[in-house]
């Protein structure tokens, strides 16, 4: 049997349909017990860890005192998390508290701020 060129080999594939390659794809596959698309995934895998972000993607938000101005605290709170007062007060009250979990660290560090406006210490993890 004479042996093909490079040439010859890509001549041939310009010239099958779509069809004709699929079966050859699969003709190949089954002879040699490969798959076409198992370089094509690993390809792909290490390009989505490098698209991931470098920190966490949620934290939550701790209060861990309340500070001097109590009713200003209670107002961010209410502010952040939608509670009415009585609820707020008792969150409030119960100081060392999760604030809000599992939110943005940017959505976290503006709450942090507005607390901290309003004289309380927090915390983000």
Known sequence: ?????????????????????????KAVEAEFGVTAAAPVAAAAAPAEEEAAPAGPTEVTLILKEIGGSKVAVIKAVQAITGLGLMDAKKLVDGAPCNIKE??????????KKALEGAGAVCEIK
Request: proline share 3%.
């Open 1 to 25: 049997m004479a042996k093909l060129t490079n040439e010859e080999i890509i001549a041939s594939l310009k010239e099958m349909t779509v069809v004709e390659l699929n079966e050859l794809v």
């Open 102 to 111: 599992h939110c943005s660290p940017v959505e976290a560090e503006e709450h």
